[in-house]
């Protein structure tokens, strides 16, 4: 069975760049994949920044973009700030009506 | 604006049932494909299951398949969550969310808490 695979951590500096990935154990993610990006604080349910690989949800700020990198989605946040402190996971749409979410990335911004 | 509300979560026993509501407003109902994905305690978020947007089909994760039945009723704007044969590792909160282009998850209910122990 295939797994999603997302980094089990991250930091970044307050204003900095950072580049989470979403990939396959076996294969490479395309834009068929439909790659979704979620951020989530504890006790609250899941928000959408990006869906279809790089379309920002309403009124996600710009400083989040997806995109597709190196055989792997990715979310990148520019000008990262102390709330963006959060986990973060993406999804797949694996084809056959099936979708699998990855084991999620925390972010700390430090 | 897009509203999802879901309910019928608690506490039951194993192998009993449990039946979930999502309520749906600020939207064409029949027009978008529905979720189910739910989060066990400190854990992450699974995908559980899809209505298309017409209905016309349903797929389930295999941790589910069998057990559980997604379903919708068009005339409240409610998408159901039949739960069968409950184990202890269906513990979780369960969101219901809706599709935004087809093959996503965009919208999300803030979710009830199912938690199955005897």
């Known amino acids: 069975q295939t797994v999603v695979t997302q980094e089990p951590s991250f930091s970044v500096s307050p204003g900095g760049t950072v580049t989470l990935t979403c990939g396959l154990s076996?294969?490479?993610?395309?834009?068929?994949?439909?790659p979704s990006w979620y951020q989530q604080t504890p006790g609250q349910a899941p928000r959408t920044l990006i869906y279809?690989?790089?379309t920002r949800s309403s009124g996600v700020p710009d400083r989040f973009s997806g995109s597709i990198l190196e055989n792997k989605a990715a979310l990148t946040i520019t000008g990262a700030q102390a709330d963006d402190e959060s986990d973060y996971y993406c999804?797949?749409?694996?084809?056959?009506?099936?979708?699998?979410f990855g084991g999620g990335t925390k972010l700390t911004v430090l | 604006q897009v509203q999802l509300v879901e309910s019928g979560g608690g506490v039951v026993q194993p192998g009993r049932s449990l039946t979930l509501s999502c309520a749906a407003s600020?939207?064409?109902?029949?027009?978008?494909?529905m979720h189910w994905v739910r989060q066990a305690p400190g854990k992450g978020l699974e995908w559980v299951a899809v209505?298309?947007?017409?209905?016309?089909?349903?797929c389930y994760a295999d941790s589910v398949k069998g057990r559980f039945t997604i379903s919708r009723d068009i005339s409240k704007n409610t998408l159901y969550l039949q739960m069968n044969s409950l184990r202890a590792e269906d513990t979780a909160v369960y969101y219901c969310?809706?599709?935004?282009?087809?093959?996503?998850?965009?919208?999300w209910g803030q979710g009830t808490l199912v938690t199955v122990s005897s």
């Open positions: 969310a809706r599709a935004e282009s087809g093959n996503d998850l965009n919208y």
């Open positions: 600020g939207f064409t109902f029949t027009s978008f494909g």
């Open positions: 209505i298309w947007y017409d209905g016309s089909k349903k």
């Open positions: 076996s294969g490479s993610v395309s834009t068929s994949y439909y």
């Open positions: 279809s690989t790089n």
């Open positions: 999804v797949l749409y694996m084809g056959s009506g099936i979708w699998v």
